[in-house]
């Protein structure tokens, strides 16, 4: 292309986002959800919790799996003042006591409600909460119920595969992360920094 059609095409590119930014009037908080099988969809959750905590916004997390394992996001931000939640005691991938289970993801779900009820929070992450929905130790009616409630400027993420479909329905923003290649398929051991 001519450098003169690159510029005709770069100004009417120009005016066409800057006509949508304009047209983005509305201002609410958002429904987030990063799903799929690849990497990164905690990392993309915690890295918008440093973006709010950045702006001395205040942020809540809350973390249904791998909660009492080592961490360095959450040794991190809790340093700077965001609240965390992980869940105890009871859930394993290779789970055998259901009550257990289901006990440990509703005490950790109590606070994940009031935090979705408390509009000090601008923004609440619900970290592999999709598993709970999934596994029906959180009922998904129980969870849009109290993110269709939340203060309107709170912005919630939820991370995990398999999203439901309803909470699919109810989100702004949608993010399907496709694994192409993970390095534990090669046999490569998980590494600290970069997953945990
Ligand atoms: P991360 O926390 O690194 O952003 P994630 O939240 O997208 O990952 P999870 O399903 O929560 O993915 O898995 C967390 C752990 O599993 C991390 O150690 C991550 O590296 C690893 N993992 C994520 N995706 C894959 C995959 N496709 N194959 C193997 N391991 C994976
Ligand atoms: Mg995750």
Not at 36 to 41: E, I, Q, R, S
Not at 47 to 60: F, I, M
Not at 146 to 167: F, K
Request: hydrophobic letters at 40%; aromatic letters at 6%; proline letters at 1%.
């Amino acid at each position: 292309m001519s450098e003169q059609g690159h510029k005709k095409r770069q100004q009417k590119l120009k005016e066409m986002v800057d006509a949508r930014v304009e047209a983005a009037q509305q201002e609410k908080g958002l429904l987030l959800i990063i799903t799929g099988n690849g990497k990164g969809k905690s990392t993309s959750a915690f890295g918008t919790v440093a973006r709010a905590t950045g702006h001395g916004l205040k942020c809540g997390v809350a973390q249904f799996i791998k909660g009492t394992w080592a961490c360095g996001e959450r040794d991190l931000l809790s340093q700077h003042g965001v609240d965390f939640h992980v869940m105890g005691t009871g859930f394993t991938w290779d789970t055998q006591d259901k009550t257990a289970d289901t006990e440990a993801a509703q005490q950790i779900w109590q606070h994940c409600q009031s935090m979705l009820a408390d509009p000090n929070y601008d923004l609440v992450v619900l970290d592999e909460i999709t598993y709970m929905i999934t596994y029906g130790y959180i009922e998904l009616d129980s969870v849009v119920a109290a993110l269709q409630a939340r203060p309107a400027d709170q912005s919630v993420i939820i991370t995990g595969r398999g999203a439901h479909r309803q909470l699919v329905d109810m989100a702004d923003t949608v993010s399907e992360v496709r694994n192409v290649k993970h390095a534990f398929d090669a046999g490569i051991k998980a590494r600290q920094g970069i997953d945990w």
